[in-house]
């Protein structure tokens, strides 16, 4: 299982940039997890947009769904072109999916994400659990046929089921939106010490930070975190990728 992290800011794109997007691959699997601002320009760095099978919105805050509109769009000229065969799969967890802006229900299957059922894309195995935050959001599990583990966490306030979520999975793709000295500053964000505690309890093996804020420097976010757990932390980036 591969990941690269596609776009990793929350509220806005910083320039040249994209919000949370995240690639997931497996052979000729591809899936992406959320499509934010920007994401579709920086997603034909590493993939054809004709290759994905399946896309996966944790909730629909702009920064997590903005592009997908355009992916529909990009959908309909390259089925039309005969480039694409078949409809595309999109997953959205969302109280009501009538109020999105999709306009050609041939070309994208729009389904709500229930969160008692997992999904399954080739060797994936998708489940879900309900988030703390301002609105519908839940974190997302991508396991594998050799039990190799990611969990994506969205947006979310801590909570302790969320720990026994992401228990010593492989992998963890953690939002970290505010230092640590920002705790409880916005309720359904993580501030960086949360995080670090969130991984030392959950005994992950490794992390990923992302959805970061627009202040003060990441660097600094990292090293909030380590001071919480001794494990392997990585920071989204462009470019950035990690076989688990
Ligand atoms: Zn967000
Ligand atoms: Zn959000």
Redesign the pocket.
């Known amino acids: 299982m591969k990941l690269t992290t596609v776009g990793y800011w ?2 806005y794109a910083e320039k040249n940039e994209a ?2 997007c995240y690639l997931v691959e497996e052979e000729d699997t591809k899936i992406l997890i959320d499509c ?1 601002s920007g994401a579709l320009s920086k997603l034909q760095n590493y993939i054809e947009l004709t290759e994905l099978d399946a896309v996966f919105i944790s ?1 629909i ?1 702009t ?2 769904i903005a592009d997908i509109y355009s992916l529909e769009f990009a959908m309909l000229i390259q089925t039309q072109l005969k480039n694409r065969k078949k409809p595309l799969d999109v997953y959205i967890y969302a109280e009501n999916l009538e109020t999105l802006s999709f306009a050609y229900p041939d070309i994208v299957h729009v389904k709500k994400i229930n969160l008692e059922d997992s999904i399954q894309i080739g060797p994936f195995t998708l489940s879900f659990m309900e988030n703390i935050h301002e609105i519908p959001c839940c974190s997302i599990k991508v396991s594998n046929q050799q039990g190799t583990v990611m969990v994506y966490s ?2 979310t306030g801590y909570n302790e089921r969320f720990i026994d979520f992401c228990k010593e999975v492989n992998l963890l793709l953690i ?1 970290c ?1 505010f230092f640590k000295a920002q705790k409880g500053f916005v309720k359904g ?1 993580l501030s960086s010490g949360e995080v670090g505690e969130i991984i030392s309890k959950a005994n992950v093996e490794e992390a990923v930070l992302t ?1 970061f804020p627009h202040f003060g420097q990441v660097d600094q976010l990292v090293e909030e975190v380590k001071a919480f757990c001794d494990k392997k932390i990585y920071r989204a980036k462009e470019g950035f990728s990690i076989k688990i």
């Open positions: 929350g509220a919000t949370s934010g909730h805050h920064d997590h969205a947006d939002e939106s964000h959805h």
